[in-house]
């Protein structure tokens, strides 16, 4: 499940990682394009994530890391690229 700030982008670029290694986002590979309405608000989907199967323990950043409008020249302080929290993920 994702919840995002829209920022009143057309679209925005997800990106998972596991351990800061990308993973696999609703098996389309390591980027997830999401189509935004171009308004302020919340943009909310689900995802799912490739688990690794090796046992041991993994930081998880789930919704790691959104660029809003990824195929326009970014400037300025707003349109920068954001995070969200981090957890840990055990494999056992």
Same mark, same amino acid.
């Given at each position: 499940?994702?919840?995002?700030?829209?920022?009143?982008?057309?679209?925005?670029?997800?990106?998972?990682?596991?351990?800061?290694?990308?993973?696999? #986002?609703?098996?389309?590979?390591?980027?997830?394009?999401?189509?935004?309405?171009?308004?302020?608000?919340?943009?909310?989907?689900? #995802?799912?994530?490739?688990?690794?199967? #090796?046992?041991?323990?993994?930081?998880?950043?789930?919704?790691?890391?959104?660029?809003?409008?990824?195929?326009?020249?970014?400037?300025?302080?707003?349109?920068?690229?954001?995070?969200?929290?981090?957890?840990?993920?055990?494999?056992?």
């Amino acid at each position: 499940m994702y919840n995002l700030n829209k920022a009143s982008s057309e679209n925005c670029l997800l990106i998972v990682t596991v351990s800061f290694v990308p993973t696999s #986002i609703n098996s389309n590979g390591n980027l997830q394009l999401v189509q935004l309405d171009g308004k302020d608000g919340t943009a909310n989907g689900a #995802i799912e994530v490739q688990a690794l199967t #090796i046992p041991g323990s993994y930081e998880v950043i789930v919704i790691g890391y959104v660029v809003h409008n990824p195929f326009i020249k970014q400037q300025g302080s707003g349109n920068i690229v954001k995070t969200s929290y981090r957890f840990t993920l055990v494999v056992e």
